[in-house]
């Protein structure tokens, strides 16, 4: 069974740019959720996606987008970077939304905005 | 989600067992109890969860009070692989996030 999968695994942008960053989901797993990890601090959560809908959004502005795909593959889109954007990106799939359920991440994508 | 406190570092020694403990006094009874830990430069790593009763995988044990304000996550026989930050979440029955604190550094004394 493969596990989650991104890409890239770093990349360095600069500020005023736009990134994408690619997850792939382990396989049977309908959602998918995006993480901002800071050095030094726990992940935050950016949203949550569920069958190719966003399910639900954390405390980050509309410049953070995404997308999910029919395979349940996921796309993290950031606009307008800011230095303060540099962090590692985890994503996280699952069985299902809801609570009970345990969220798989993936290694994460580094990004460095200069 | 409701809150939880841990403690910020612990140590422990290779091949020794370890109880990593959580508080979580305003839990609700639709809160399931989440571990994750994460290993320098990688993603966390899922690592048991439960809602009343205790559990048991592969990788640890965790231990429910009854009255569910506290839980403990037990690391049977400790390697210097289960070094690693250990979070204590509280997750909602539908919440769709995980919401990360401090967590405890668990140190690996070989």
């Known amino acids: 069974e493969t596990g989650v999968t991104q890409s890239p695994t770093h990349l360095i942008k600069t500020r005023g740019q736009q990134v994408t960053l690619r997850c792939s989901s382990q396989?049977?797993?309908?959602?998918v959720s995006w993480y901002q990890q800071a050095l030094g601090q726990g992940p935050q959560f950016i949203f949550q996606y569920y069958r190719e809908e966003e399910n639900g959004r954390g405390n980050f502005p509309p410049r953070f987008s995404g997308l999910q795909f029919p395979n349940y593959s996921s796309e993290l889109n950031v606009n307008a970077l800011e230095l303060d954007d540099s962090a590692l990106y985890l994503c996280?799939?699952?069985?299902?939304?809801?609570?009970?359920?345990?969220?798989?991440f993936g290694p994460g994508t580094r990004l460095t905005v200069t | 989600d409701a809150k939880t406190t841990q403690p910020n570092s612990m140590e422990s020694n290779e091949e020794e067992p370890v109880h990593l403990p959580c508080n979580h006094s305003t839990i609700s009874g639709t809160d399931y109890i989440h571990w994750y830990r994460q290993l320098p430069s990688q993603g966390p790593e899922y690592v048991i969860h439960g809602l009343t009763s205790n559990v048991n995988n592969r990788m640890a044990s965790l231990a429910i009070a009854e009255d569910r304000k506290s839980s403990t996550l037990i690391l049977h026989r400790a390697t210097l692989r289960d070094a690693a930050v250990y979070y204590c979440i509280l997750r909602g029955a539908g919440s769709y996030q995980l919401t990360f604190g401090k967590g405890t550094k668990l140190s690996v004394i070989p």
């Open positions: 396989s049977g797993h309908n959602t």
């Open positions: 996280a799939s699952s069985l299902a939304p809801s609570g009970g359920y345990e969220q798989y």
